[in-house]
């Protein structure tokens, strides 16, 4: 994912959004975690209890019933996490050191060490195809690993800085951030497949998947979250979101997608009609917020976020404070209940 502090730039100049609303989802929790340095990808466990969170030279273990640290996996430049529930392992990318860490779900401790390409980045498990996939942002490919032999089977080129992720029955699809496209790559053959163009979409990097429907949810850095038909490639919308947009999901049981914003928003899009989009709202959240994970059981999301000053002498993006790194937890306002 494109680096936190770096992107908080655009968030510095705040967009006018399409709507503006505070009752769609309200803030229930807020979790001051504390440390240094920025922060990447958020990943929930399948049973809800349990969030994983790339926060500097760390993988940081959240529960989600009290918002307390209960474990961390070291890592050198963390960014994504996948987690296999029936290998009982987890996989973290590691984009200094261009590596993969294999740890033990039960105890979070290190198991072993899996070479990956130039800045491994986003990290996905694909449980169709039953593979950890790996986009190595720097060496342009994709790389399939296979959590039964943590060994590495396919590696496919595509030609351009990988983002996030998405997969179905028979596919991977991956956004290509400074081609401004969807590569698809066939999970059967591991082999690069259809190519699409996101029109109107500059950057993109979070990625969702309506699976039922077939329809992918891609955010670009313009401000902008496109729809996109698994089986055409066609653009089926195009909606504005805030500013500073990086991350992307989609809620089946509410049937809504999100894009978190860096200006502090969050966008909330659901279906109008068949095939037809529309932003529902803008829910407020807080500058910098702008990575995500959706719990499609509690239908919460938790954001993550920390106070950012000016740039440090000889840097050129915005420092992080000490100690203010925060999870942010947001609830539909018909499941909330009081703090």
């Known amino acids: 994912m494109r680096k936190t502090t770096a992107l908080f730039v655009l968030a510095l100049t705040l967009s006018a959004v399409a709507q503006s609303s505070k009752t769609l989802y309200v803030q229930t929790a807020k979790w001051t975690i504390g440390g240094e340095g920025g922060w990447d990808y958020l990943t929930l466990s399948p049973n809800g209890n349990q969030l994983f969170v790339a926060h500097s030279s760390k993988i940081e273990v959240i529960d989600t019933t009290n918002g307390k640290v209960v474990g961390e996996i070291p890592a050198e430049g963390a960014h994504g996490i996948a987690l296999v529930p029936d290998k009982r392992l987890g996989f973290s990318t590691n984009g200094r050191s261009g590596t993969v860490t294999v740890f033990d779900l039960a105890t979070l401790k290190p198991q072993a060490t899996i070479q990956a390409g130039e800045n491994p980045d986003a990290i996905i498990y694909d449980p169709h195809s039953k593979y ?58 591991w082999k690069a497949e259809r190519r699409w163009k996101l029109e109107g979409c500059n950057e993109p990097s979070g990625l969702a998947l309506d699976t039922k429907l077939g329809y992918l949810f891609s955010v670009c850095g313009n401000q902008r979250m496109v729809v996109v038909d698994t089986r055409t490639g066609k653009l089926v919308a195009t909606l504005p979101t805030g500013g500073g947009t990086d991350a992307a999901a989609f ?26 989009y529309e932003v529902a709202g803008n829910v407020e959240t807080a500058r910098g917020a702008r990575t995500m994970a959706l719990d499609p059981k509690s239908h919460k999301i938790y954001l993550a976020t920390a106070e950012l000053g000016p740039p440090a002498a000889g840097q050129r993006w915005p420092s992080v404070k000490p100690g203010t790194f925060t999870i942010l937890v947001y609830t539909p306002t018909q499941f909330a209940t009081s703090n």
């Open 132 to 189: 950890v996939i790996v986009m190595n942002g720097r060496s342009k490919e994709l790389m399939a690993i296979d959590p039964s032999l943590l060994k590495v089977v396919a590696t496919i080129p595509l030609g351009g800085k990988l983002e996030f992720a998405a997969a179905d029955p028979g596919h991977v699809y991956v956004n290509v951030e400074d081609m401004g496209e969807i590569a698809e790559v066939d999970t059967k053959t």
């Open 251 to 276: 809620d089946p049981g509410m049937k809504l997608a999100f894009a978190s914003n860096g200006e502090g928003t969050l966008t909330v899009v659901r279906e109008a009609a068949a095939g037809k």
